[in-house]
């Protein structure tokens, strides 16, 4: 069974950046693709940015340019590192592995931007 952990959320004043981490265990971790998401309050869960297991990327339009994604296959991690957090990147934000429909969840990290 595939269970993901996040890590590296908190409060960030507007303008910093963070790098959350999500440890993949229990299955091949290579041949997964992997996701963020977040969900802030009242809205639906969103894509952030994915990663297939090539490495090619993908990125919601609303995090593009400030955003990275990427994955270390040895570790079995995969990170986000945002920059210039805005108010509006406040959200518990979730790991995927296998896409959102089918595939497996982390318990979310919070992340709050506010001064």
């Known amino acids: 069974q595939v269970q993901l952990v996040e890590s590296g959320g908190g409060l960030v004043q507007p303008g910093g950046s963070l790098r959350l981490s999500c440890k993949f265990s229990g299955s091949i971790f290579s041949s997964y693709a992997m996701g963020w998401y977040r969900q802030a309050p009242g809205k639906e869960r969103e894509l952030v940015a994915g990663?297939?297991?090539?490495?090619?990327?993908n990125y919601a339009d609303s995090v593009k340019g400030r955003s990275t994604i990427s994955r270390d296959n040895a570790k079995k991690t995969v990170y986000l590192q945002v920059n210039n957090l805005k108010p509006e990147d406040t959200a518990v934000y979730y790991c995927?592995?296998?896409?959102?429909?089918?595939?497996?969840w982390g318990q979310g990290t919070q992340v709050t931007v506010s001064s």
């Open positions: 990663i297939s297991p090539g490495g090619s990327t």
């Open positions: 995927n592995a296998g896409g959102a429909a089918r595939g497996f």
